[in-house]
């Protein structure tokens, strides 16, 4: 998949956006949409749209529009959804229960296989069917079951050290909810997700509005 | 603050960060700071930095830095972040219960002042000191409370719903965790999260260091 070497990180951003909306109109059954229709329902410009899916060949006909289902499998493909990934918890606490139940909705494609805690009151539970084990057993469980992702909801002291341990232990990507940036050795791909800052971007978005109403 | 005016989106997307970087330099007791050190700490380019912050007249001193103290406080004016803003969350289930312990930490910023569900086994419990109360009297108590922000921790299927109730009882901000793109009126600010474009951006990023070492 040579061709995906030139994406800029920001249509590489966008995507997952247009597979979501690409899912729902495969629900409301549509077959075809042209650039147009697509720009109304996901609010970028058609040209910014046709701009973007070029970058992967350009799957639409002049005239005809884009296949929903099409497009939909190949911008799965092309952010890797078209596979399985095992992932571990670390942290059992409201937060890590939050993302056990969410991402069952995920069903086959993202699987929690374990989750951890060092709080011996939270050892033993079960989230969703799925077991909270000692933390101190997750490089073992890492390394024998091929875990590939690790998401951390452990508190903001402690998140760099559980991603070192889980680094060493051999997934190939972190998806990090505690409020620190994480860093990871150069193969180990990484997600931060900041709430906070989203939060911040809301109340600046508030301010202005507010502004401008005055 | 007419200045404001032409700081594009992505500038502002950045702010946050800036925030918290230089958050861990004042506890760190770190006064000054230049360009080139801050890149360094933050891993935008120098220049990026420099570009960024003159977009608010520039705070930096030609050979001494930025003040660490002053630039914090200047980007928490610029987002609004120097005022109170109160929140109810719609939906107490184990989202909704983290995204509540979660602000706790936030402290004087956000508060969390009620919590509302339509199930009746967790009305009447209380998270962080924080009733959950019934879904039916949410827009009585967002009037009366003068409520900024309603966080929606619902389903899919119940989050607009919930998110044009809340508009009409007046907030003017939604912070919303359900899967799905929430429409709100022009003066009504909202920022979406979505938890599974962030995992499936990690998917990506995991399969391109996966090429790149095969």
């Known amino acids: 998949?040579?061709?995906q070497a030139k994406?800029?990180?920001?249509?590489?951003?966008?995507?997952?956006r247009y597979r979501r909306y690409l899912k729902e109109l495969q629900k409301k059954g549509v077959d075809k949409i042209s650039s147009n229709e697509f720009s109304n329902l996901i609010g970028y410009t058609a040209s910014q749209i046709r701009q973007d899916l070029n970058n992967f060949g350009g799957f639409g006909q002049q005239g005809y529009g884009y296949s929903v289902d099409s497009l939909y499998k190949?911008?799965?493909?092309?952010?890797?959804?078209?596979?399985?990934?095992?992932?571990?918890?670390?942290?059992?606490g409201n937060l890590g229960q939050?993302?056990?139940?969410?991402?069952?909705?995920?069903k086959a494609g993202f699987v929690v296989c374990g989750i951890f805690e060092i709080n011996p009151r939270?050892?033993?539970?079960?989230?969703?069917?799925?077991?909270?084990?000692?933390?101190?057993?997750?490089?073992?469980?890492?390394?024998?079951?091929?875990?590939?992702?690790?998401?951390?909801?452990?508190?903001?002291?402690?998140?760099?050290?559980?991603?070192?341990?889980?680094?060493?232990?051999?997934?190939?990507?972190?998806?990090?909810?505690?409020?620190?940036?994480?860093?990871?050795?150069?193969?180990?791909?990484?997600?931060?997700?900041?709430?906070?800052?989203?939060?911040?971007?809301l109340a600046y978005h508030m301010n202005r509005l507010n502004e401008e109403k005055n």
Chains 1, 2 share one sequence.
């Open 1 to 3: 998949m040579k061709r």
């Open 7 to 16: 994406i800029s990180n920001a249509v590489i951003k966008r995507l997952p």
């Open 74 to 92: 190949e911008i799965s493909a092309i952010l890797g959804l078209d596979r399985q990934y095992k992932m571990v918890i670390v942290g059992a």
């Open 98 to 106: 939050a993302i056990a139940n969410h991402t069952y909705y995920y």
């Open 122 to 201: 939270l050892i033993g539970i079960r989230i969703n069917d799925i077991e909270v084990m000692d933390y101190e057993n997750v490089v073992e469980y890492v390394e024998e079951n091929d875990i590939d992702i690790g998401v951390i909801c452990t508190t903001k002291e402690a998140a760099q050290e559980v991603a070192d341990k889980l680094c060493f232990a051999g997934v190939k990507g972190l998806w990090n909810f505690a409020p620190v940036d994480i860093e990871t050795p150069n193969h180990v791909a990484i997600e931060n997700v900041h709430l906070s800052d989203s939060l911040h971007s």
